[in-house]
C-alpha cells in the first residue's frame, strides 16, 4: 500500500455525536479487539499509528491506519446474521468509496490464529 501523507480528514467528517460513541466503544473492547490492540498499537510491528475505535464520517471502525488508509473490522457471531451481513456490507461499501481498505477477520481468527492475522496485515501494508 502507498503511504498516505496527507493527515487532512482522517475522520471524513465525523460529527460530535460519533467520536463520543467511538470514545464509549474504546472503554468495552471485546476480547478479540483486546488481542489484537496490543499488537497494533505496537508501531515497531506495523511502523504505523493504528488507532481503535475509530471515526470515519457516521460510521466507527475497529482500528484504523490513517498513513496507508486501512482499516480493520472484527466481526463477531452476530454479523452472520443476514440483516447484520447486508448492513456491513453497505458500510463497506461506503468506507471503501472514500478510499479505504478494510480487511475484515473474525473474533475467532484473532483469538485461535493471532500470527496468521498479523501476518495478512503486514502483507496488505507491504502491498
Known amino acids: ?9 482522517m475522520f471524513y467528517e465525523a460529527d460530535r455525536l460519533t467520536f463520543d460513541k467511538a470514545t464509549e466503544l474504546r472503554k468495552n473492547l471485546t476480547l478479540a ?10 508501531r515497531t510491528l506495523f511502523k504505523a499509528k493504528f488507532r481503535r475505535q475509530h471515526p470515519i464520517n457516521i460510521f ?14 472484527l466481526d463477531g457471531e452476530i454479523h452472520q446474521n ?7 456490507s453497505e458500510r463497506q461499501k461506503f468506507i471503501e468509496n ?3 481498505k478494510i480487511l475484515r477477520f473474525s473474533n475467532e481468527q ?8 498479523i501476518e ?6 507491504k502491498n
Not at 479487539?33 to 505496537?42: G, R, S, V
Not at 484473532?110 to 492475522?117: F, P
Open 1 to 9: 500500500m502507498k503511504p498516505i501523507e496527507d493527515k487532512k480528514d
Open 110 to 117: 484473532v483469538i485461535l490464529n493471532l500470527n496468521k492475522v
Open 60 to 73: 466507527i471502525v475497529d482500528f484504523y491506519c490513517h498513513k496507508f488508509k486501512l482499516a480493520i473490522e
Open 120 to 125: 495478512k496485515i503486514q502483507i496488505e501494508i
Open 98 to 100: 472514500l478510499g479505504i
Open 33 to 42: 479487539e483486546l488481542i489484537l490492540w496490543k499488537n497494533l498499537k505496537n
Open 82 to 88: 443476514n440483516k447484520v451481513h447486508k448492513y456491513d
